[in-house]
């Protein structure tokens, strides 16, 4: 009998030193997404709700685009549909790179975070449909509760300070990854209606084209920044263009065209003979675009709902969508992710590492529950924009994530000490190569 490769190694490890400090490089940058993003959700409801609310919704209303080709859109449905197709480029880079050069091409690395998010979909989304059964009218929005928004998170986690552990780093970061990957799963395949299949077809002649360009001249575009958004730019749009033609959501795309871009292994020590993979540095020019511009911007869009005072407030919380959503993304977040934690600890013999206790993992899956930015999209696909089910589904999304915070904020902030002991030690420990001991026997 062969031994589980789990049973050697710590339920939720450091994985690699490479892939931490790639990870901490990624959070960084995300904490400023993030307030940008809860900046861009405040202004939006201030205005939706002042006496110049009517202006908010003319301007998320207002169509441009070109007819003929089906591309006259809301402001509102181009942040939905095009914006946040960058967004998913993004996580399909991350996904990538994770799957090819990352933690989640060795299985024992990659089953917890991966069982944990699949456990973190299921039970929310199982909670709002059992909250909902019956109502053939709501219960479209099952998978409203399913997603985690990393950037939201993040800039929660650097509002109190907390110095989270490297391992939970890379849990969260792995698991919210995955988790999207399963969201947009779920968008093209259960929120798609009618599928126009010559443009589908037509679809993968862009995408072809992309992915031989950026394979065969992956240097050319890496050294030339003007040569992607000349060249890859149009052809990506063309692609997005015919997927959104399609019927299935556009975001898709972002992720499809990811998926052809070249991602190189890195070395031990964090170099390649090539230089960095075409998905590093694309990861590095166009985070920003995301984090600072798309997704705020669509934040700003939809987060906007006239809530109507507290007789509005006490009424759409009242209503089955919000209830269902509140409860899925507060508790059924962190029960699914738990239970399937504890379920891979208890079949595979794993234990967490001995600095870190089961409320630090409590802590990280409260933070899971917090869906924003895809919670938002899958609202407006389930009820349509501005239909009163959506205007409840954002006042609930608003106020689950902003409870899921608070919680998190709560049991990671009374633990800080212990987590800013882990950091101190890490540092200690660092031998003449600046790498800390505990990455060693991760090499």
Known sequence: MGMNPLSKRPLIGYGSYLEALRIGEILRKETIGGALLVVAAVVALI????????????????????????????????????????????????????????????????????????????????????????????????????AT??????????????????????????????????????????YTSEINTDALLLTLVPLALYGFLAQKYRR???????????????????????????????????????????????????????????????????????????????????AGVAVGGFQGLASALSDPVAIGIIVALVAGKPIGILAATWLTARFTKATLDPALKWVDLAGVSLLAGIGFTVSLLVGELSFGLGSPANDHAKVAILGASILAAVLASILLGSRNRQYRKLQAQENIDADDDGIPDVYQSEQ
């Open 149 to 190: 928004d990393i950037a939201f998170a993040v800039a929660v986690l650097a509002v109190i300070g907390s110095h989270l552990p490297t391992p939970l780093r890379i849990f969260l970061l792995t698991l919210a990854v995955v988790d999207d990957l399963m969201a947009i799963t779920i968008i093209a395949i259960f």
């Open 47 to 146: 205005w939706a709700n002042s006496p110049a609310s009517e202006s908010y919704f003319a301007l998320r209303d207002l169509k441009i685009g070109y007819e003929p080709w089906h591309l006259e859109l809301s402001l509102g449905a181009w942040a939905a549909d095009g914006l946040l197709a960058v967004f998913f480029f993004l996580v399909g880079l991350e996904l990538k790179r994770e799957i090819v050069a990352g933690d989640l091409r060795q299985i024992s690395k990659a089953i917890v975070p991966v069982a944990a998010a699949v456990g973190g979909v299921v039970v929310p989304a199982l909670i709002y449909a059992a909250i909902n059964w019956g109502n053939p009218e709501t219960i479209s929005g099952w998978a409203i509760p399913t």
């Open 220 to 302: 050319f575009f890496g050294l030339n920044p003007s040569a992607a958004w000349f060249i890859l730019l149009p052809i990506g749009f063309a692609a997005w263009a015919l997927l959104h033609a399609s019927g299935i959501h556009a975001t898709v795309a972002g992720v499809a065209l990811a998926f052809t871009i070249p991602v190189l292994h890195s070395t031990k020590h964090g170099k390649h003979a090539d230089g960095p993979g075409l998905a590093e540095v694309f990861e590095h020019r166009f985070r920003p675009l995301s984090a600072g511009f798309a997704v705020p911007v669509f934040a700003f869009f939809s």
